[in-house]
């Protein structure tokens, strides 16, 4: 989830839409005149985050009505980072990290996704 959450949220601060996910675009009233180009907006930035996931998990995302709700939901459906059994998880594959027949850049590169992971 992590790195999912990492990707797809710069892909959508890159096109400009961050908003949309956090809160700083509000849904507008169905009778305001940018109504249209706001949900225009949102459903790109919709679509963006369903197709990014996997077609298992994401069918449970698409009745939600807004980018916002798609991302609060995943993160509170997905996000342990309270969750002492990942943690632990990451520690021992810290602790029986080995470079062996690894070149440098690789393993260096593997300890730094374990440590930002942690």
């Not at 916002?68 to 939901?73: H, P, R, T």
């Amino acid at each position: 989830f992590l790195q999912w959450s990492q990707l797809i949220l710069l892909v959508i601060r890159g096109r400009g839409k961050i908003g949309y996910i956090t809160g700083k675009v509000q849904q507008l009233d169905v009778n305001d005149p940018i109504y249209e180009n706001w949900e225009l907006n949102n459903s790109i930035v919709m679509a963006w985050l369903i197709n990014s996931m996997e077609r298992h998990i994401n069918r449970t995302y698409l009745f939600l009505r807004t980018a916002k709700a798609i991302c609060y939901a995943a993160n509170k459906n997905y996000s342990n980072l309270e969750n002492a059994s990942q943690v632990f998880e990451i520690k021992n594959k810290l602790k029986d990290l080995r470079q062996e027949s690894m070149v440098i850049t690789k393993y260096y590169n593997e300890l730094e996704m374990l440590w930002q992971k942690l």
